[in-house]
């Protein structure tokens, strides 16, 4: 018998956020960066395979004010976290060819403890 635990985090709700998610092929409107909140420049690590998705992910975590660091997997984004430039938030994918998301947290937090990950 398997034991499985399931932990979900909710990401602040804003309703320009959800509108531009829905629409994943399109790009966000000003009005829609104007109504969300914004970063202080913190740097975020994106990690996802699908080079679509990641670079709408990065475009709009640039739209709001974040520094952004990309990879395409697991072992490419250990090579940028051995660089010492900061990164405040690792945001990965679940399921990537090679290193799934769980076991990138796991090992970017052994280089970097304390590191936030949000998968």
Known sequence: MSVSTARSAKAPRSSSICRAASHATSRPSPQDIDESPSGKQETVLVVED?????AYVVETLMALNYRVREAANGEDALHLLDDPAAVDLLLTDVVMPGMNG??????????????????
């Open 50 to 54: 699908d080079p679509d998705v990641r």
């Open 102 to 119: 769980r076991n990138l947290a796991e090992a970017a937090q052994r280089r970097r403890p304390g590191l936030k990950c949000f998968i």
